[in-house]
């Protein structure tokens, strides 16, 4: 069976329930590209049921964590925003009695990239409860103060903990550094030079974008952003960069590796999200493949269900 056949039965079968969108590209090229309907919200607002096509934007939920994780470079590389080597707290000296705890001030910009800020940080409840950090975050009314403030538990640096937290301090720091909203300085710097014209970026009620979970896209956008990684970033994104962001850094485990933002293992480059949002990149095989789904907070097993069949050796 082909690629299309495996992937067609799946979806005839119901065993993908989830499942909303799914673009493949093979060098450059769209190979298979499959919508599906389905109960969709658009970071927690509910969106009812929506049929799916390949103008309907998504919600990529974390997927926008990698997103940040590329403005950095472009920004980096026109010199907007500092190294990754410098201390974190400085890049935000209104907090002057955060800045001036030296128990916080081996921590850099590299550990935001890292998640290994040895802040106290639990992201295990349902993201519908304050209980979890982002959305207390999300419910401060100053973010980045939320987050630089949380108390430090151990040495940054020695172990990675999934924090949406980090995200939006790197947000905040291409922000100033660009003197732009981050949805606007993504808009040119990456969106718009990759042929992206229709775009969206959830802001929270300060006003400012999600940074950690707020881009949505069409699946063919998210694909692009896919072939942009492949193609080496062309003259959007600097090579360097991609190097160092797909360089492994920390085990997460399952035999993923997470470098800037990006998963690494396998052979393959990933960025994920909540309710099956995923990116896959496979250098070896010049594929990208981009899948969509709904089943937010709970098991994805529409998209593995997907992607088995996208993979399933003859």
């Not at 080597?85 to 955060?98: C, N, W």
């Not at 990456?190 to 707020?214: H, Q, V």
């Amino acid at each position: 069976m082909t690629m299309a056949e495996r992937v067609d039965e799946v979806l005839r079968a119901g065993a993908a329930p989830g499942f909303h969108g799914l673009v493949v590209m093979r060098g450059g090229e769209v190979e298979l590209e499959r919508y599906g309907a389905g109960v969709d919200s658009r970071v927690g607002q509910s969106l009812g049921h929506v049929t799916f096509d390949r103008d309907t934007l998504h919600d990529l939920r974390s997927v926008s964590k990698s997103v940040v994780g590329l403005l950095y470079g472009i920004a980096l590389g026109d010199g907007l925003v500092p190294e990754v080597g410098a201390g974190l707290m400085a890049q935000f000296p209104e907090y002057p009695d955060l800045a001036g705890d030296s128990a916080r001030a081996g921590i850099t910009i590299e550990h935001a990239l890292t998640m290994t800020l040895g802040l106290d940080w639990n992201e295990d409840a349902p993201y519908t409860s304050a209980a979890n950090s982002e959305i207390a975050m999300e419910l401060a009314p100053d973010r980045h103060r939320f987050v630089l403030e949380r108390p430090v538990v151990e040495e940054p640096g020695r172990r990675r903990v999934y924090c949406g937290g980090a995200t939006a301090l790197l947000g905040g720091i291409i922000a100033r550094g660009t003197g732009r909203p981050l949805e606007e300085y993504a808009a040119d710097a990456l969106f718009r030079p990759l042929g992206i014209g229709t775009f969206e970026w959830s802001k929270g009620d300060d006003g400012l974008a999600m940074a950690a979970a707020g881009v949505r896209l069409r699946p063919l956008d998210l694909a692009a952003i896919g072939r942009l990684v492949l193609d080496g970033g062309r003259d959007i994104v600097p090579a360097s960069w991609l190097d160092e962001m797909t360089r492994p850094r920390v085990a997460v485990g399952d035999g993923l590796d997470y470098g800037y933002h990006w998963y690494v293992g396998g052979g393959m480059l990933q960025a994920m999200g909540n309710g099956g949002q995923q990116l896959v990149v496979v250098p070896g095989e010049q594929l990208v493949v981009a899948v969509t789904a709904g089943e937010y907070d709970r098991p994805a097993t529409s998209t593995a269900a997907v992607f088995d069949a996208i993979f399933k050796k003859h």
